[in-house]
């Protein structure tokens, strides 16, 4: 996918800017803009995606849990799309949680996956997702500038960067694509949407503050292994473990054909385990890496040699290691009078702990391409776009904000600061009720999205 093909829009110099004219433009081709793009092709509107990187993104070694609530939301986004990507993955028929305390046993619980979650790298999802969209509609080396409200919609303001460039200049822990600008694209808009991820350029402009560390430092691994040499795991599983005397929480998991997933998380609320680097830390192959990733590991001869010799056994390359950040919640996700809107991590970013970041990206698109479809109609109005947007900040903006704020409670952030007042003084099997409940109202998409009426914990509010 190179640059646009649209007349008017190649790289020119900056004071001769190129244009374009498009109903809707989204900054991102991350898991938000492409779903919000494939579901607007679904329903007839197109909208044209522009990407920062040289190419849609398909690094950063992740595996996504897919949760039924996101399950739901693609099918909604494009009808059979939910059965291609699970059948990349694992569909992990049982489950298995493993509590440790300093890399001792303490229990091992096994169930059936009755929730129907899925282990999928992130990978597949992007590689599904930007294949279903005419390659015209995805402009690479884009990275959104500056917007400007103009009548009925907003001019954004594009850098074209040159893919060396792009390359050279890529911060993996900024999730940014620095380099010069050889030209500029003007892009005049009814809908500019903000899907640019944690540092996202959009909610920059509409005064959001930079992403904040949440004590946690995060290594994470996804390996090829067929001949089954490198992770001593088996086909289909999926484990979890937790140690809260170690202040690790990490899972082994089986991500499908032969794919194989580690990730660890471990306390480091003053930074000290990579104390050096500036907060926006983190990349692949960090020199050092293995070495600090088992160094956090406690005692030796114990339940953590199967992660050890995960560790030992893979390419310091494959190993990402990250801070954990989200971001504060804005007052608003819209601005220009309903012509820009924020989705997906640009939003709402949050600790990955509730394996909800990415499934609430794919709620906000599945309800933003529903309601311009329903709101815009056939000739795509512009008092149409703005009402849909202003509909569906109301209708997602609470609920993705309360999982959010429950995601930074299992931060190494001060329980003070994160868990709500009332909350605080919970005994353990009302922290577990809450946290099922929220569970339950998530997995209840699209029904209660503003709240679950049979919870005692997230109701919705009075009207
Ligand atoms: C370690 C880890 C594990 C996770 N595990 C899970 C999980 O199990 N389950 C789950 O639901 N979620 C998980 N998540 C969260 C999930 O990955 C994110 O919530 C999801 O990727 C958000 O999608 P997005 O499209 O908003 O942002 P991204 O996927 O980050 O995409 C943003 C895109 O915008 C591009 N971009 C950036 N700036 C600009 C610009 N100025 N102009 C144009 N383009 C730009 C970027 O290059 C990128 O391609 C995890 C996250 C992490 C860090």
Same mark, same amino acid.
């Given at each position: 996918?190179?640059?646009?093909?649209?007349?008017?829009?190649?790289?020119?110099?900056?004071?001769?800017?190129?244009?374009?004219?498009?109903? *809707?433009?989204?900054?991102?081709?991350?898991?938000?803009?492409?779903?919000?793009?494939?579901?607007?092709?679904?329903?007839?509107?197109?909208?044209? *995606?522009?990407?920062?990187?040289?190419?849609?993104?398909?690094?950063?070694?992740?595996?996504?849990?897919?949760?039924?609530?996101?399950?739901?939301?693609?099918?909604?986004?494009?009808?059979?799309?939910?059965?291609?990507?699970?059948?990349?993955?694992?569909?992990?028929?049982?489950?298995?949680?493993?509590?440790?305390?300093?890399?001792?046993?303490?229990?091992?619980?096994?169930?059936?996956?009755?929730?129907?979650?899925?282990?999928?790298?992130?990978?597949?999802?992007?590689?599904?997702?930007?294949?279903?969209?005419?390659?015209?509609?995805?402009?690479?080396?884009?990275?959104?500038? +500056?917007?400007?409200?103009?009548?009925?919609?907003?001019?954004?303001?594009?850098?074209?960067?040159?893919?060396?460039?792009?390359?050279?200049?890529?911060?993996?822990?900024?999730?940014?694509?620095?380099?010069?600008?050889?030209?500029?694209?003007?892009?005049?808009?009814?809908?500019?949407?903000?899907?640019?991820?944690?540092?996202?350029?959009?909610?920059?402009?509409?005064?959001?503050?930079?992403?904040?560390?949440?004590?946690?430092?995060?290594?994470?691994?996804?390996?090829?292994?067929?001949?089954?040499?490198?992770?001593?795991?088996?086909?289909?599983?999926?484990?979890?473990?937790?140690?809260? +005397?170690?202040?690790?929480?990490?899972?082994?998991?089986?991500?499908?054909?032969?794919?194989?997933?580690?990730?660890?998380?471990?306390?480091?609320?003053?930074?000290?385990?990579?104390?050096?680097?500036?907060?926006?830390?983190?990349?692949?192959?960090?020199?050092?890496?293995?070495?600090?990733?088992?160094?956090?590991?406690?005692?030796?001869?114990?339940?953590?040699?199967?992660?050890?010799?995960?560790?030992?056994? *893979?390419?310091?390359?494959?190993?990402?290691?990250?801070?954990?950040?989200?971001?504060?919640?804005?007052?608003?996700?819209?601005?220009?009078?309903?012509?820009?809107?924020?989705?997906?991590?640009?939003?709402?970013?949050?600790?990955?702990?509730?394996?909800?970041?990415?499934?609430?990206?794919?709620?906000?698109?599945?309800?933003?391409?529903?309601?311009?479809?329903?709101?815009?109609?056939?000739?795509?109005?512009?008092?149409?776009?703005?009402?849909?947007?202003?509909?569906?900040?109301?209708?997602?903006?609470?609920?993705?904000?309360?999982?959010?704020?429950?995601?930074?409670?299992?931060?190494?952030?001060?329980?003070?600061?994160?868990?709500?007042?009332?909350?605080?003084?919970?005994?353990?099997?009302?922290?577990?009720?809450?946290?099922?409940?929220?569970?339950?109202?998530?997995?209840?998409?699209?029904?209660?999205?503003?709240?679950?009426?049979?919870?005692?914990?997230?109701?919705?509010?009075?009207?």
């Amino acid at each position: 996918m190179g640059p646009p093909s649209q007349p008017g829009s190649e790289a020119r110099s900056v004071s001769d800017p190129a244009f374009m004219n498009v109903d *809707v433009a989204i900054a991102g081709a991350g898991l938000g803009g492409l779903a919000l793009a494939l579901g607007l092709k679904e329903r007839g509107i197109t909208a044209h *995606v522009f990407e920062a990187a040289p190419a849609p993104r398909t690094d950063g070694g992740t595996v996504i849990g897919f949760f039924p609530n996101g399950q739901t939301a693609l099918n909604g986004v494009s009808p059979g799309l939910t059965d291609r990507i699970k059948a990349r993955g694992n569909r992990c028929p049982s489950l298995t949680s493993i509590r440790l305390c300093d890399g001792v046993l303490e229990e091992e619980l096994k169930r059936d996956n009755q929730s129907g979650i899925a282990m999928v790298p992130w990978k597949d999802f992007q590689e599904i997702l930007a294949s279903s969209i005419p390659p015209e509609q995805i402009h690479c080396n884009h990275r959104l500038q +500056k917007f400007t409200p103009v009548e009925g919609g907003v001019e954004a303001v594009f850098d074209i960067i040159g893919d060396s460039d792009a390359r050279e200049n890529y911060s993996a822990s900024s999730n940014a694509y620095g380099g010069a600008a050889i030209g500029q694209l003007t892009v005049r808009t009814k809908l500019l949407v903000g899907a640019d991820g944690i540092r996202s350029n959009v909610r920059k402009a509409m005064g959001g503050k930079p992403p904040q560390y949440l004590g946690d430092l995060h290594w994470n691994l996804l390996v090829h292994d067929p001949d089954e040499t490198m992770v001593p795991i088996k086909d289909e599983s999926h484990m979890r473990f937790a140690d809260e +005397k170690a202040g690790i929480v990490g899972f082994l998991s089986d991500a499908g054909h032969k794919w194989r997933f580690l990730s660890v998380r471990k306390a480091d609320p003053d930074g000290k385990i990579v104390a050096g680097y500036g907060p926006e830390f983190g990349g692949l192959g960090k020199p050092g890496v293995k070495e600090r990733a088992i160094g956090a590991l406690p005692g030796s001869d114990n339940w953590y040699d199967v992660v050890r010799e995960t560790l030992r056994n *893979v390419a310091e390359s494959d190993i990402f290691e990250r801070r954990i950040m989200d971001n504060v919640a804005l007052d608003t996700w819209v601005a220009a009078d309903g012509h820009v809107v924020l989705i997906g991590d640009a939003a709402h970013a949050m600790h990955p702990i509730v394996g909800q970041g990415a499934m609430q990206t794919f709620e906000d698109a599945h309800q933003l391409a529903e309601l311009l479809k329903k709101e815009a109609g056939p000739d795509f109005s512009t008092d149409g776009v703005a009402t849909a947007v202003h509909r569906f900040e109301k209708v997602k903006k609470r609920r993705a904000e309360l999982v959010q704020a429950f995601s930074r409670e299992a931060s190494s952030l001060p329980k003070e600061v994160t868990v709500p007042a009332e909350y605080q003084d919970l005994s353990g099997p009302e922290k577990l009720q809450r946290f099922s409940q929220l569970n339950t109202w998530m997995q209840r998409y699209p029904d209660v999205l503003g709240g679950d009426p049979d919870s005692v914990y997230w109701k919705p509010l009075e009207s």
